[in-house]
């Protein structure tokens, strides 16, 4: 990547697949961005531009780097392919790209509290994968052709979508009395079937019609 090709993705700022950060303080803290990229649609983590798309650069550009690739090596599960280039400003100034794919390898995680967490890319955030967005993520790296019949929990839904425009798992597993693993289970097979769409949401994903 050539300093002009940062510039340019610097001064469109951060969204979906682009990351910001000026140094790699707290990397522990900073691997979430790089899994939800990876569980996403990949994207960019560029370290020496600040958050408002100033490429001021850093001091010591591969010490950040090497303390970054460490953090991905311990905390990431499974392992991340991805590729890191230094670019130079000045003798002693540098930014640090971390290209990172879209993984076949999703979900990705780390470990906390004894937990399995993911996270995923909302707009210009990373957010914890609900269980129904990680199931989602391991089940739609192989997609298939699904077949299935529309029963009454299907139709209540559909109605429900048609009416409202959108949908939680919770105002679905209401309205249709079923219990939350059923109601989880319809909603991820009709995500999987190209019928529904799921948005992730901070507290509680919200279901869509996809578009058709």
């Known amino acids: 990547m050539t300093l002009q090709e940062i510039h340019r993705i610097a001064q469109q700022g951060e969204g979906l697949k682009v990351e910001f950060k000026k140094k790699a303080s707290f990397p522990d803290k900073i691997v979430r961005e790089i899994i939800a990229l990876a569980n996403t649609e990949g994207g960019f983590l560029l370290i020496g531009v600040d958050d408002d798309g100033t490429v001021s650069g850093q001091r010591f550009i591969e010490e950040e780097v090497f303390v970054m690739q460490k953090a991905i090596g311990q905390h990431i599960q499974p392992k991340l392919e991805y590729q890191v280039e230094i670019i130079k400003l000045t003798p002693k100034k540098g930014i640090a790209v971390f290209s990172i794919p879209k ?100 507290k509680e994903d919200i279901f869509i019609l996809k578009e058709s």
């Open 103 to 202: 993984s076949p390898e999703r979900p990705h995680f780390l470990m906390e509290e004894n937990r399995r967490k993911a996270f995923v890319r909302v707009k210009d955030r990373s957010i914890q994968a609900s269980k129904e967005m990680w199931e989602i993520l391991k089940r739609g790296k192989n997609p298939k052709d699904m077949v299935f019949t529309y029963g009454e929990k299907e139709n209540i839904l559909m109605k429900s979508l048609g009416e409202n425009g959108k949908i939680t798992l919770k105002e679905f597993q209401f309205l249709a009395k079923l219990p939350k693993f059923l109601a989880s289970k319809t909603l991820i097979r009709l995500v999987l079937a190209n019928v529904i769409k799921i948005v992730p949401q901070e």
